[in-house]
């Protein structure tokens, strides 16, 4: 029972990524993490490559244009509204201490620490909330944000482009997923 939901969903989730709205909606959604802190950006990205393995480059390319244009969204606002911003929204991070070190971090290296936050694991929001308030041009912190997440959504996109064919390869692998997986015979006429 389990196995029959599991592979509807997948179809399902597969003619949804076939829209042409969806991979730009995957990168509004990328945008939007910069404000909201619980989209699983790097999920999103891996499970949407799974699903179209040989779209991962134009997804790289998207979802990486759309989080750099949220941390552009993000500074502008930061830098026209100031401290308030990032003390309505942000209130309990401005008296942690890792808000202190990346202060620091940001401070002493200035846009390249913004690159290096963004390839890292380290949430994002905050070297963009420090650079704007800073006074870093946007187009900088943008810019920046571009380059340290690209080689991240590259790595993991080109990765989820090709691991399930090195791990079908494997006897174990196949039949523990053979009853999950669609099949090529199902009714998806689209497999890209």
């Known amino acids: 029972m389990t196995e029959g939901f599991l592979s509807k969903l997948i179809l399902k989730l597969e003619a949804f990524i076939d829209h042409a709205w969806a991979v730009p909606g995957l990168a509004l959604m990328a945008g939007l993490d910069l404000f909201v802190w619980v989209i699983p950006t790097e999920g999103i990205l891996i499970s949407s490559v799974l699903l179209r393995p040989k ?16 941390a552009l969204l993000l500074a502008f606002v930061t830098h026209h509204l100031g401290p308030l911003v990032v003390e309505s929204l942000f209130d309990h991070a401005l008296s942690s201490p890792s808000w202190h070190q990346m202060e620091f971090f940001v401070g002493q290296y200035g846009a390249p620490a913004l690159a290096l936050i963004a ?10 909330l420090i650079a704007a308030l800073g ?3 946007l187009l900088d912190i943008a810019a920046m944000i571009w380059l340290g997440r690209f080689p991240k959504y590259l790595l993991f996109a080109w990765l989820a482009s090709y691991a ?18 669609p099949r090529a015979s199902d009714s998806n006429p689209k497999r890209v």
């Open 119 to 128: 390839i890292s694991p380290f949430p994002q929001q905050p070297a963009v």
């Open 55 to 70: 779209r991962w480059w134009s997804m790289t390319l998207w979802l990486t244009s759309g989080s750099a244009f949220g």
């Open 135 to 137: 006074g870093m041009p």
């Open 164 to 181: 399930p064919k090195v791990l079908l390869k494997w006897n174990w692998v196949r039949r523990m997923t053979a009853n999950v997986l």
